[in-house]
């Protein structure tokens, strides 16, 4: 179900397969909501009640916003609920969000980002997720539209056996074009997981900087984080800086971390060329080769779709 | 079908000096023939094959490549495949992500399209390359990778043949395809080059042993040394050389 917010006009209440979606005049009255939340008016707080799984994901989609924007987004899913949300963004201007998941336990999360804005228009986006026992919550973020764009994501796994996977796209191609990623993953409990995938392709003179940091606190013992950032430049110009670090106060812990930055494999070019392909559909081969295994991380067919229809729409350009 | 004529190449070292690695080159391949270049290491014969399949990088001094009567020089690779010219490299590229049906797929109708045929559509295209995968002894499964991701020594030069079986060339050139190869897939990649021998089909075979030669018998032999073709003969001058090595050849360009 696709929720549209049109020029910052958030629609007050919906209703889904029996969750509640409320914008704030109607949550201010909900006493479940934590009091910290009441910031903004700009607020859509979504509450998934216990045992409920959502079939179908839910779609904020934000367009044409055409002055500065501030949104601000609850997710509480409550114990043993599943959710699918897709937030996705088309604005002219500046955007600025943020959001909040809660996973208590044993709950499954599936957050999917898609930053398509404007290539004259800024993004600053915060996420923060706070996950309790058994949980699971997977992120998915595609950025590749604002003419510059900042992403803070901060995970806290507080207790034993929750798991946060971190993947994420970023095709730049403007030459103004900026990227910052600044990414904590604090593991609080024991026998907590995360992982990290986050991969670049840089075109002209853009330029990404990538922050990924694990900590792992004292009591996190037998946990595993991996991390890892890969770059591709398509140009002398581009700039990519990938900054991973560890810091490590557990013992027995399994932590990984790595990180590239390449250019196409000329021996690989000219293997596809020989064979008949011309230089700009081998290009377009070996670019999508190295996305690739990013991509296919992504296993909702709905969201699939929207990612591939936003880099169709890329590659035309 | 293919003349080069008074070629002379060299590339930069590392420490950007140049090095000559071929120093006039004369090679004359009629429609039909199979020529065998050996030659000890280093001696330019992969220099020579990548150079016919247009790879970047080599400073050409002199000299002309003419095939089908037209100078190739300055065309691009996928230009010289298009014409039907095809190298089966040396050490196959491994390129994770890109599936191998697809890429086949892909330069098959690339060649089609560029020689003015239609293009094969997806069921055509599976029908041939089940039979052609038969031929060289691979299990389907391969289809389904990435090229030459994680294939065995073997089974990349399996796939090499694959791909020249495919995208059946004019003018096959195989640098080195049997190095590394046990018996068993020596035989089938000679299988494949016999299986597409015909009159108006030309194959280059580089090799620094006589053994593949034995499957696949050349018309020419010719033998490279430091960038220049030394000896020319028939097929019994692989035997030769296989008896006496290359030492007596070399001292006579020493000599010489």
Not at chain 1, 36 to 50: A, G, R
Not at chain 1, 240 to 252: F, M, N, R
Not at chain 2, 108 to 115: A, E, G, I, Y
């Amino acid at each position: 179900m696709t929720i549209t917010i049109l020029n910052g006009k958030i629609p007050e209440k919906f209703e889904v397969e029996g969750v509640m979606l409320y914008a704030l005049p109607r949550a201010r009255e909900q006493s479940i909501f934590p009091k910290s939340v009441f910031s903004d008016n700009n607020t859509l707080f979504l509450y998934i009640p216990k045992n409920v799984r959502l079939e179908k994901p839910l779609h904020f989609l934000y367009q044409n916003n055409s002055k500065q924007y501030f949104s601000h987004h609850v997710i509480i899913a409550n114990e043993n609920s599943e959710l699918t949300l897709l937030e996705e963004y088309q604005n002219n201007h500046a955007m600025n969000v943020t959001t909040e998941i809660y996973a208590s336990k044993n709950a499954r999360v599936h957050f999917a980002k898609i930053q398509n804005e404007n290539s004259s228009a800024t993004h600053d986006a915060s996420l923060s997720i706070h996950q309790q026992e058994e949980s699971v919550v997977n992120v998915f973020s595609l950025s590749n539209g604002a003419r510059s764009a900042r992403e803070l994501i901060k995970i806290n796994l507080h207790e034993r056996g929750a798991e946060c996977i971190l993947n994420g796209f970023y095709p730049l191609k403007n030459d103004e074009q900026k990227l910052d990623y600044f990414i904590d993953v604090n593991h609080h409990a024991k026998h907590t997981r995360s992982e990290m995938l986050y991969k670049g392709i840089l075109d002209k003179k853009s330029k990404s900087n990538f922050r990924g940091k694990v900590f792992v606190h004292q009591a996190a013992k037998h946990i595993t984080a991996h991390q890892s950032n890969h770059h591709l430049l398509l140009s002398k110009e581009a700039e990519a800086g990938s900054k991973p670090e560890l810091e490590i106060y557990a013992d027995d812990v399994k932590c990984t971390h790595g990180a590239t930055v390449g250019q196409i494999d000329p021996d690989a070019l000219f293997y596809l060329r020989a064979r008949g392909l011309d230089e700009k559909e081998s290009m377009k081969l070996l670019t999508a080769a190295f996305a690739a295994d990013v991509l296919d991380r992504m296993k909702n067919n709905f969201i699939k779709n929207q990612i591939n229809m936003t880099l169709a729409e890329y590659c035309h350009e | 079908m293919l003349q080069i004529k008074n070629l002379h190449a060299s590339i930069q070292d590392e420490k950007q000096k140049s090095k000559v690695i071929l120093r006039g080159i004369n090679l004359n391949i009629k429609p039909g023939e199979v020529h065998a270049i050996m030659g000890p290491n280093g001696s330019g014969k992969s220099t020579l094959a990548n150079i016919l399949a247009g790879r970047a990088g080599y400073d050409i001094s002199q000299g002309e490549i003419i095939f089908d009567e037209k100078n190739i020089f300055t065309l691009a690779p996928e230009e010289r495949a298009a014409l039907g010219l095809f190298l089966a490299f040396q050490y196959p590229v491994e390129i994770p992500g890109v599936n191998n049906m697809y890429f086949l797929k892909a330069a098959l109708n690339s060649l089609r399209k560029q020689r003015g045929l239609n293009e094969l559509d997806a069921m055509d295209f599976l029908t041939l390359i089940k039979n052609k995968i038969k031929e060289v002894c691979l299990n389907e499964s391969f289809l389904h990778r990435a090229v030459n991701e994680g294939f065995s020594g073997g089974e990349k030069k399996r796939n090499e043949v694959l791909q020249m079986l495919m995208l059946e060339p004019r003018l096959a050139i195989l640098d080195e395809t049997d190095s590394g190869l046990d018996i068993d897939a020596l035989q089938t990649v000679a299988k494949g080059v016999n299986s597409l021998r015909s009159e108006n089909r030309s194959f280059i075979i580089v090799t620094h042993y006589q053994r593949l030669l034995d499957y696949i018998v050349p018309d020419v032999v010719h033998v490279m040394v430091k960038g220049k073709i030394i000896k020319t003969g028939g097929k019994e001058l692989a035997l030769e050389l296989e008896a006496k090595g290359y030492g007596w050849l070399e001292e006579q360009v020493v000599v010489s």
